[in-house]
């Protein structure tokens, strides 16, 4: 499928366990990011990535951890999941343009909801 | 650093009634600005854009002029529709910085 797509779409896990939400985009975009989205916080910026082998820290990325070994592809692991991780999380990509006019909008997955009991 | 302050909703209003979002940025030099619209259920996609001063984006009915002088990219429609009911999210990104700032967002519900 082309475009941009997340999965699982929606997970239920126990406090603890490990978890990786996946996202694969078809553009060949070079920026990626994770993004969670909860009531009242709007979206908060987990991590992103440059390109394939860099990434870096967004606002909130305690308990987080990512990769980017291909530019298609940027996992999110939770390593120990905690209930305060209890979101959903998108994905998002955007274009590596160096123009004067480049605007660095970004596309959007549909999410995955994540459920920590 | 950036940000992006956009109105306080819930806004609700009945259909064909005219609608303003306010949406005014703190950002360095001279960052292009977004509204995102984000409908139940689904991930944020780009409604309209602009790139630099009077810019105005526009898309479905949707207008947005790019006001630097009073930092701001007020998001309007003339007359909504009930499929208009989402959560609209202005936003900015600066040249070759690749993150962008989004503001908290707007539920915006129309009424038939």
């Known amino acids: 499928d082309a475009g941009i797509t997340q999965s699982p779409r929606y997970k239920i896990t126990e406090t603890g366990r490990q978890v990786t939400l996946m996202c694969h985009q078809t553009?060949?975009?070079?920026?990626m990011f994770w993004y969670r989205q909860d009531l009242g916080h709007g979206l908060r910026l987990i991590y992103y990535?440059?390109?394939?082998?860099?990434?870096d820290k967004g606002e909130v990325p305690d308990g987080y951890v990512v990769s980017r070994s291909k530019t298609e592809n940027f996992p999110l692991t939770l390593e120990s999941a905690t209930r305060s991780q209890t979101s959903v999380y998108f994905c998002?990509?955007?274009?590596?343009?160096?123009?004067?006019?480049?605007?660095?909008?970004?596309?959007f997955g549909p999410g995955t909801r994540l459920t920590v009991t | 650093g950036d940000s992006v302050t956009q109105m306080e909703g819930p806004v609700t209003l009945s259909e064909e009634a005219f609608l303003t979002i306010n949406c005014t940025y703190t950002?360095?030099?001279?960052?292009?600005l977004f509204w995102y619209v984000q409908y139940p259920g689904e991930g944020l996609q780009l409604l309209l854009k602009?790139?630099?001063?009077?810019d105005k984006g526009s898309n479905k009915g949707f207008e947005a002029t790019y006001r630097k002088e009073t930092t701001s990219f007020h998001l309007e429609k003339g007359s909504v529709q009930v499929s208009d009911s989402a959560v609209y999210f202005c936003?900015?990104?600066?040249?070759?910085?690749?993150?962008?700032?989004f503001g908290d967002g707007t539920t915006l519900t129309v009424k038939p």
């Open positions: 998002a990509s955007s274009l590596r343009d160096r123009s004067p006019l480049s605007s660095y909008e970004q596309y």
């Open positions: 553009w060949s975009h070079s920026y």
């Open positions: 990535s440059a390109a394939a082998d860099i990434t």
């Open positions: 950002a360095t030099g001279y960052p292009s």
């Open positions: 602009a790139t630099k001063a009077d």
């Open positions: 936003a900015l990104s600066r040249t070759n910085a690749g993150k962008s700032t």
